[in-house]
């Protein structure tokens, strides 16, 4: 008889201030703000099939996919993010890495809480879970019902076992965040 196993939740959140250097972190930041950024709507916040809809959207830039590989010519430009990571935590592989931006809605939206990597609707044992934001305003990221506000140039790491969910902000035309999953 099979049972279902609860994953180990592992709460432990580092907070990195001040993540990348000025100079890089003020170029990737005008490169994904400016109007020759390509940005792809998405009709779902999550897309999964374990996980509810959330009736909700955003516009993403999918950068890097493990099946895939490199999915973007910017990627480039962001890779050397994994080198600064690499100073945080322990990384054997990159798993995935894309961009999301969400835009003001004139209200407090919270997304649906998830897992970002899974096997079959359970959270993937030993993914370490990195959200880079690029704009603070009043949205956020919210992590086993603890919310952290959106700080530029500010990291959130914790591991894939902790569901996870974004706010979207309300006191600035966009949020835009970096979400890299490593192994």
């Given at each position: ?29 005008n ?41 973007s ?17 322990k ?25 970002d ?18 704009t ?24 894939n076992?902790?569901?996870h ?19």
């Amino acid at each position: 008889m099979e049972t279902d196993i609860k994953p180990k939740i592992v709460p432990m959140v580092r907070v990195e201030k001040d993540f990348l250097p000025s100079l890089y972190f003020d170029k990737l930041k005008n490169m994904v703000e400016s109007n020759n950024f390509n940005w792809f709507f998405q009709s779902q916040t999550v897309t999964n099939p374990f996980v509810e809809e959330d009736n909700n959207f955003k516009f993403s830039h999918n950068l890097f996919a493990f099946e895939k590989g490199k999915n973007s010519e910017a990627f480039k430009e962001f890779e050397p993010i994994i080198y600064f990571l690499s100073n945080k935590i322990k990384i054997k592989q990159l798993l995935r890495m894309h961009l999301n931006l969400y835009t003001n809605q004139n209200k407090r939206i919270e997304h649906v809480s998830h897992y970002d990597i899974d096997e079959r609707g359970k959270p993937k044992q030993n993914v370490t879970v990195s959200v880079m934001n690029f704009t603070t305003c009043n949205g956020g990221t919210i992590i086993r019902d603890k919310k952290y506000p959106s700080h530029e140039n500010e990291v959130l790491i914790f591991n894939n076992l902790n569901k996870h969910s974004g706010v979207v902000q309300t006191d600035t035309h966009t949020r835009i965040v970096l979400n890299i999953a490593t192994e």
